[in-house]
């Protein structure tokens, strides 16, 4: 491999520090970097028949679906789309999220928590679907049926919220690192499941780099860890 004398140099420096205390200066530093990222680029190809500064994190991300996402999320970014980029990360997680977490018809998962609801219904629809022909009668309360369902609604969202919380858990994803991310990202809508996707964002709304870089980050990070709670998921031995 190249880069002998660089990569000599650089351990030096690192046995001096961790054995002898020697701080190292700031020059120093800056040529252990270079020394290192010099080493990287003239050896990546000859080991992996690829350019180093071609190597891409999405690339590890072992979902297929979830990384076909997260590529169409960086060609948007190269091509200055950044809220479209950011709408491709929503739409790669929430991939990512359902494929771990919904139960199938052939199988259950530890992290489903429940059902999903899809598509609910409004509260006007539930208003109509609950009031009766006799809706008038005196004994009854007044708005009873538009009343009763605000608070279905209510109890409907915040258990879908608790239930997102606990399978987010489950999986290892940290909810402040998954907060961060909902609140740098649009919100992303699909009528039905062939509709194309509707970006909702305010006016205002326009991440830097280093926001879509975190975001980014994040469902790699959250593909990788849950790629590791599935695996955890094989039978006993037993029943195998």
């Known amino acids: 491999m190249a ?12 046995n001096a520090f961790k054995h002898t205390a020697a701080m190292p200066s700031a020059q120093t530093v800056s040529q252990a970097r270079a ?30 679906n979830t990384r076909g996402k997260l590529h169409e999320s960086v060609a948007q970014e190269a091509a200055g789309n950044r809220v479209e980029a950011m709408a491709w990360l929503v ?42 022909p006799r809706d008038q009668d005196r004994r009854m309360p007044l708005r009873g049926a538009s009343n009763l369902a605000e608070e279905y609604v ?11 919380g606990a399978r987010l858990t489950a999986l290892g994803i940290d909810y402040s690192e998954y ?10 809508y699909r009528r039905n499941q062939h509709s194309k996707a509707e970006i909702s964002a305010a006016p205002n709304y326009s991440p830097d780099a280093d926001e879509y870089a975190y975001c980014q980050h994040f469902v790699i990070a959250s593909a990788l860890r849950i790629a590791e709670a599935m695996a955890l998921r094989r039978p006993p031995s037993w029943e195998a």
């Open 179 to 188: 907060w961060r991310f909902n609140s740098l990202t649009p919100g992303v």
């Open 91 to 132: 739409e790669a997680f929430d991939e990512l999220l359902s494929t771990a977490s919904s139960p199938s018809s052939f199988r259950s998962t530890p992290f489903s928590f429940g059902t999903n609801i899809s598509y609910p219904l409004s509260k006007y629809d539930v208003a109509k679907i609950l009031r009766q």
């Open 35 to 64: 020394d290192t990222a010099q080493f990287f680029e003239d050896n990546t190809p000859r080991v992996f028949r690829t350019a180093f500064s071609d190597i891409d994190m999405v690339d590890l991300v072992p979902q297929p």
């Open 154 to 164: 209510a109890l409907r969202e915040s258990v879908v919220a608790l239930q997102r």
């Open 3 to 14: 880069g002998r004398i660089g990569i000599k140099r650089l351990t030096d420096q690192r």
